[in-house]
C-alpha cells in the first residue's frame, strides 16, 4: 500500500462503519493522506480509542444509519467541525443469514435495513450538502454478492444488489450537482464479520478453492480502490462498480449449503 501524502488535504470525510475493518482502514488511509474524517459507528468506545490514536483530524460519532436523524446528524457533525463535506464513504453492513424458507422476517429487515437503506439514508443527507457546496464524491461499499448469489444469503445479496443499483442510480441525478457516486465490490475479506467462518477449515478450504488468488484480503487492500474512486484520479468515473475479489467472480461461489 502506498500513502499519496497530502492527496485529500483541506478534504472532509464521513466513513460509516469506521470503528472496525473496512470502514477503519479507511478512514485511518484518508487521515495519513490528509483528510479530515467524522466516522461513524455503534461502538463508540472504539471510535474513541481511534481518536486517540488519528489525532484531531478524526472525530468519532455514535450512529444508527437506519435512522435518518442520525443520517443527518452525521452531515451535521462534519460541518460544524471541519466545516464541510466533500467525501462519503458507506460501509457499515453485517448480516443475519437464513435459507428464504426460514429466515424471519426481522432477521431479513436487520440486514436490508443496514446494509441498503442505511446506505440510502445516508446518501441523501451527504448529497444534499455536497450540492450545496458544489459537489463531492461517494463511494457506496457493496459486496461481490451483489452480483453472485449466496446459500444462506438472500437477505445480504439483495441488499447489497440494491445497493449497487442505487449507487447507479446515485451517478445519474446526482452528476448535475458535481457529484460522483462509484461503489467497489468486496469479495472475502478478513475481518470481525467473517473471522468465525474463516475459522472453520472446510468452509475456508471451500473459499480458497474458489479464489485464484488463494487467500482473503486484508481491509486494507480495500482502501486503495475506494481512496481511487474518491479521488480527482477517477474525475470521469461515474456510476462504475468495482468488483475487488481477487479473482473470486471468475471462477464462481462456493456451495454453502452442507453448512445449514
Known amino acids: 500500500m502506498t500513502i499519496i501524502n497530502n492527496r485529500f488535504a483541506n478534504k472532509v470525510a464521513i466513513v460509516t462503519g469506521g470503528a472496525s475493518g473496512i470502514g477503519y482502514a479507511i478512514a485511518e488511509r484518508l487521515i495519513q493522506e490528509g483528510a479530515s474524517v467524522v466516522a461513524a459507528d455503534l461502538n463508540i468506545e472504539r471510535l474513541q480509542a481511534i481518536q486517540a490514536q488519528l489525532g484531531e483530524r478524526f472525530y468519532g460519532v455514535k450512529a444508527n ?145 474458489r479464489i485464484p488468488m488463494k487467500r482473503a484480503a486484508k481491509p486494507e487492500e480495500m482502501t486503495g480502490p475506494a481512496l481511487f474512486l474518491a479521488s480527482e484520479d477517477a474525475g470521469y468515473v461515474n456510476g462504475a462498480s468495482l468488483i475487488v475479489d481477487g479473482g473470486w467472480a471468475t471462477s464462481g461461489y462456493p456451495d454453502l449449503s452442507r453448512w445449514f
Not at 463535506?85 to 443469514?97: D, I, M, R, T, Y
Request: contains cysteine; proline residues 2%; hydrophobic residues 50%.
Open 65 to 209: 444509519v437506519t435512522v435518518e436523524a442520525d443520517a443527518a446528524n452525521l452531515v451535521s457533525a462534519a460541518v460544524e467541525r471541519f466545516g464541510g463535506l466533500q467525501l462519503a464513504f458507506n460501509v457499515a453492513g453485517a448480516s443475519k443469514a437464513g435459507v428464504i424458507t426460514e429466515l424471519s422476517e426481522s432477521d431479513w429487515d436487520f440486514t436490508v435495513d443496514l446494509c441498503m437503506k442505511g446506505v440510502f439514508l445516508c446518501m441523501k443527507h451527504q448529497a444534499l450538502q455536497m450540492a450545496k457546496q458544489g459537489g463531492g464524491s461517494i463511494v457506496n461499499v457493496a459486496s461481490l454478492n451483489a452480483q453472485v448469489p449466496m446459500y444462506a444469503g438472500s437477505a445480504y445479496a439483495s441488499a447489497k444488489a440494491g445497493v449497487d443499483m442505487l449507487t447507479k442510480n446515485g451517478a445519474l441525478e446526482m452528476a448535475r450537482s458535481g457529484i460522483r457516486v462509484n461503489a467497489i465490490l468486496p469479495g472475502l475479506i478478513e475481518t470481525p464479520l467473517t473471522a468465525d467462518l474463516l475459522k472453520q477449515e472446510d468452509i475456508k478450504a471451500a473459499y480458497m478453492e
